[in-house]
């Protein structure tokens, strides 16, 4: 029988949390290092820019692998990586592309691994329910940044579905906005990724240094 424990017990708990910089604080505050993160929207919306931007800030907290199962290496996500100036990361941002879900596992078993994981997408990458399971287990000490195509406003899928459910941070994308609608709500909600493109989308007033929109 689990042990039970006050109300001042709980609060006495030091858990292991992130304090994001601008555009992210604002929109989640502060987070857990570690749990799953659930980016989903429709398509050209900017779910793969929204990825790469976050994982570009946690390389702030650690190393970062964004396993491109969709795109790859193609021109398209080389563009993404010069316009968000993910070169300048260094070693601590590596990418990985086509990676079976198996070997992905193992991978992060290993010493040293990546402290946070991105993987775009969850239906390109195939992942079984026994492999979640691993990957799941895995988030105890990791943060899993799932990508997720939608069919209306639900996530493709029915594991998808169950992803979106055990996520700590649930980010809705669209028109190059990240908002979320998890546990975690920053003093905005939410974060104009791609300035030109919420602009045009929602009408919102943003400044004109942000990122110019490119197709997802």
């Known amino acids: 029988m689990a042990r039970t424990l006050s109300?001042?017990?709980?609060?006495?708990?030091?858990?292991?949390t992130l304090q994001l910089t601008g555009g992210w604080n604002e929109a989640f505050g502060e987070i857990d290092r570690h749990g799953i993160v659930f980016v989903y929207g429709p398509s050209a919306c900017g779910k793969s820019s929204v990825a790469l931007c976050f994982a570009k800030e946690l390389t702030r907290f650690g190393r970062v692998l964004y396993v491109s199962n969709e795109e790859g290496f193609a021109s398209s996500l080389q563009e993404r990586l010069?316009?968000?100036?993910i070169a300048d990361c260094g070693a601590r941002?590596?990418?990985?592309?086509?990676?079976?879900?198996?070997e992905l596992v193992e991978r992060l078993k290993k010493r040293k691994s990546a402290d946070f994981v991105v993987i775009d997408s969850i239906q390109d990458s195939q992942i079984s329910r026994a492999e979640y399971r691993d990957l799941k287990r895995l988030s105890a000490s990791k943060m899993?940044?799932?990508?997720?195509?939608?069919?209306?406003?639900?996530?493709?899928?029915?594991?998808?579905?169950?992803i979106?459910?055990?996520?700590?941070?649930?980010v809705w994308v669209?028109?190059?906005r990240a908002m979320s609608e998890g546990r975690y709500i920053g003093s905005v909600g939410y974060y104009?990724?791609?300035?030109?493109?919420?602009?045009?989308?929602?009408?919102?007033?943003?400044?004109?240094k942000g990122?110019?929109?490119e197709t997802e």
């Open 7 to 16: 109300a001042a017990q709980v609060l006495s708990i030091r858990n292991e």
């Open 82 to 85: 010069r316009r968000f100036s």
């Open 93 to 102: 941002f590596q990418l990985v592309s086509k990676e079976p879900m198996g």
């Open 144 to 162: 899993l940044i799932f990508v997720s195509r939608v069919e209306g406003c639900r996530p493709m899928g029915r594991l998808a579905v169950d």
């Open 164 to 170: 979106k459910f055990d996520a700590d941070l649930k």
């Open 174 to 176: 669209e028109g190059g």
């Open 192 to 208: 104009d990724v791609l300035q030109q493109k919420a602009r045009q989308y929602w009408g919102a007033t943003t400044d004109d």
């Open 211 to 213: 990122v110019s929109y």
